[in-house]
């Protein structure tokens, strides 16, 4: 058992800090759960609904207090979408993989899936968009992504390298935009 002053240490979130968090990093944590769901007001729901859990939660460091409410607001929206996951995941039986690793999105492809998150809501679909998020931004193993979203390890490989395909091409159909317009002007 915990001693009494141990449970008090002001190390602990506070509910008040529980609430700035969430106050502070609201369209943040709204648009983690928008390129999981793909719709606002459900978004808006999954914040709330995670700001409960972390109020419920009251074992967490201050440290750690952001990270847990990203992390929260993530499981939130992947809940929404379980039964659409369940249904998408037969979907990747075997990946056919062409990248090496499945780790880190470099920042100007982090930057890309922030800017062109509509467009990645409209071209992916919820798999592909989770494994993106939780391995390329949020630095989840593929191993972690696969037991949050309740899938194979393989499916969420398969569904990464879904992702990154489709990103590419947004990075091509940006970088071609701008050199056209550049051309014109030349």
Known sequence: MLSTEFQNHS???SQEQIREIFSECCLEFEWLAYFITGDHSTAAACVVDACGLS?????LFAEWLLPWARYATIRSALHTQSARI???SIK?????????????????????????SDSLVNRLDVISRAALLICGIEKH???EAAVMLGVSSACIRAAYCAGLQVLEVLEYERFSSNHEFAAVYS
């Open 11 to 13: 190390r602990f979130a």
């Open 55 to 59: 109020r419920s939660h009251n074992h």
């Open 86 to 88: 369940c249904q998408l």
């Open 92 to 116: 990747y039986p075997q990946p056919t993989c062409v990248h090496d690793k499945h780790g880190l999105l470099p920042a100007e492809l982090v930057e890309l899936l922030i800017a062109e």
């Open 141 to 143: 193993s593929v191993a």
